[in-house]
């Protein structure tokens, strides 16, 4: 090997290990650079906490009005607000997807938060309603013309606009109005046949199988006694097949066979629960949340009587008061380990302890 040879090897060789540690160099101080965190931690959850999740990493995150979303992970509380890039710090509901990731429904738009990252989803106007089973169905109740509700199929968000109730012009045109859109969505609940149940604020209730949009409709499930425009806060399918809607003083056995062959959902009634002397006087109550635990027992939360307990045979009210003042309620959650909570306008939430429910403040 001659001497000009060796020198050209010996600077090539040279010329590629500096350009490969400059390319490690480069790699090394990107590295470095740390993905911009997001959030603030702060030493104690709001007062106007409306609504509760249990996520799969057992993370607690409460929803509130004014303020974003307060995620308490047994150790830390982390509040994220629009300085963290939500729309809206009112927020309306919270989900998480198959893989981990959270959505906050806000009176503006809905977010994605993949822990990292907040991104904003772009709604798609849509007529194609479609029902898969690990779709996301999402309102934001209280936001002006809202005529439908909207589905997240992990791609795409589709604002899915609703068929025209049979009713809507007898129904309006009488003048009966809610604080929101007579479409508005109040509640969003799947039945034990995997169909989707939408309460509104006007028009009463529709549910969606997969194939079609079918509506029902009674004065006194939207229409209280003195009035006032309660509208479809809760639908709920008991163990036995019964379906609450909204009061006590019925409950509702569907016929989805004969549904198949009408243009509304079909239906009988059945007497309801409890009188006059469970319910402080009257002769049945109006209910905003409604679940079942695990030994049956039927909870209902109303906005200023507190929380009824049905067992079947047997009414109980749990009165919750702070300051010896009535506390309104807003919703229940049962978390994974049937733990009841409340989300209350102006009292933080609230936790069943087996006698009663108390304020939950955690304590670092």
Known sequence: MNLYFILMLTCLLGFTACNSQNIQNTYNVNALIPTPKIGKTVPHLSNHLWYIFQDSKNRYWFGSDGEGVFCFDGKTIINYSTSDGLSSNRIRQILEDSAGNMFFSTLAEIHKFDGKTMSTLHPIKSTDWKLKKNDLWF???????????????????????????????????????SFFSPYDVYCIYKDRQGAIWFGTSVLGACRFDGKTVKWMYERDLTIVPEGGTFGIRSIFEDKNGFYWICNTSQKFVFDFEKT??????????????????????????????????????????????????????????YIIKENNKMVNLISMYKDKNANLWLGTPNNGVYKFNGHSFERFNPEF
């Open 260 to 317: 198949l062959k009408s243009d509304r959902l079909q239906y009988s009634k059945v007497p309801g629960i409890g009188k006059a002397e469970d319910f402080g006087g009257e002769a049945s109550i109006y209910f905003s949340y409604i679940l079942e635990d695990q030994e049956g027992n039927i909870w209902l939360t109303t906005w200023a009587q507190g929380v009824f307990k049905y067992d079947g045979k047997k009414i109980t009210n």
């Open 139 to 177: 309102n934001k109740l209280g936001k002006a013309n809202e005529d439908g509700v909207y589905r997240y199929d992990g791609k795409n968000l589709y604002n899915l606009k609703f068929p025209k109730h049979y009713l809507e012009d007898a129904i309006t045109k009488p003048g009966i109005h």
